[in-house]
């Protein structure tokens, strides 16, 4: 299974909402190229069940952008609230992509219809798009949003996710870096202090990451920033890649001291414990 992680891959114009070609940032398209196969079916799970036709609107746009791009795309079903088994045949189409929208209403759609399990076997292109990215981690980081969800004592913060990566993404970064929620600095004083003992990676619109499932490695391409131990700090910049630490990545010593050195250039001291943490685990 390939895995990409965005923020957003683009596909359409933000004035117009007319399809256009992906955004080939950091080489988004090429490498995905190189993992397509020609004449691909593709299965888009929506964010809100009940949107019926905004849900098929954008699976046509994505349909024109895909192969506006040289992406080979025959057809895109939509997996909503019409049709729930469809999830039942996912292993039919090549690539799933996993809509953006609201994280908590979006994780609750997943768990209705099992998606967890029945995409464990899936053997094709996952592309997670925004929300779609954010459910992916195996615990996921429900990133306070709308008004009064950060004040809310029975908003859940950290729920359970699709468990593809271990990876926290945020997404989004250049947009939403100054936000201001329910009277606070969305980051500083929100964010910064739910990452004490955790790390998020914070993708900026035209950044992902590519996960090879069977090579167990997820390379980070383009301008992204680390948040750990209400910290943070610049890991990758435009046009350059990172690999992220996995937990059963086995490094020789060597490695680990470079990797630390690179890394501790770019990031505060308490964010390259962290990257050193989890590449010592076994």
């Not at 995905?32 to 905004?54: F, R, T, V």
């Not at 459910?135 to 004040?151: F, H, I, R």
């Not at 499932?213 to 750990?228: D, R």
């Amino acid at each position: 299974m390939i895995i990409y992680l965005t923020s957003t891959p683009g596909g359409f114009d933000r004035k117009t909402g007319l399809p256009e070609k992906l955004d080939n940032s950091n080489n988004f398209v090429d490498r995905l190229k190189e993992d397509w196969k020609d004449h691909s079916k593709c299965l888009l799970i929506s964010s809100d069940p009940k949107a019926a036709e905004m849900n098929s609107a954008i699976a046509q746009t994505y349909l024109d952008a895909f192969n506006q791009s040289g992406l080979s795309m025959d057809m895109i079903d939509v997996l909503d609230e019409r049709d729930e088994k469809t999830v039942e045949i996912i292993g039919c189409y090549d690539v799933v992509i996993l809509a953006g929208g609201h994280v908590p209403t979006e994780n609750a759609w997943f768990r209705k219809i099992n998606l967890k399990e029945r995409i464990r076997s899936f053997r094709g292109i996952i592309i997670g798009i925004s929300a779609g990215t954010m459910n992916c981690a195996d615990v996921v980081y429900a990133q306070p949003e709308l008004t009064g969800e950060s004040k809310d004592a029975n908003y859940e913060r950290f729920i359970e996710g699709l468990g593809l990566t271990e990876t926290n993404v945020i997404p989004h970064y250049n947009q939403t870096i100054d936000s201001v929620l329910d009277g606070k600095k969305l980051f500083e004083e929100i964010t910064y202090p739910d990452s004490m003992n955790r790390a998020f990676y914070c993708l900026t619109d035209g950044a992902y990451i590519r996960k090879d499932t069977g090579a167990n490695k997820e390379m980070l391409y383009g301008e992204s920033y680390l948040i750990a131990d209400g910290e943070i700090g610049l890991i990758c910049k435009n046009g350059g890649e990172f690999e992220i630490p996995v937990r059963a990545d086995v490094r020789k010593p060597a490695f680990l001291v470079a990797t630390a050195l690179t890394v501790g250039s770019l990031i505060g001291a308490a964010i390259t414990r962290y990257v050193l943490k989890k590449l010592d685990e076994k």
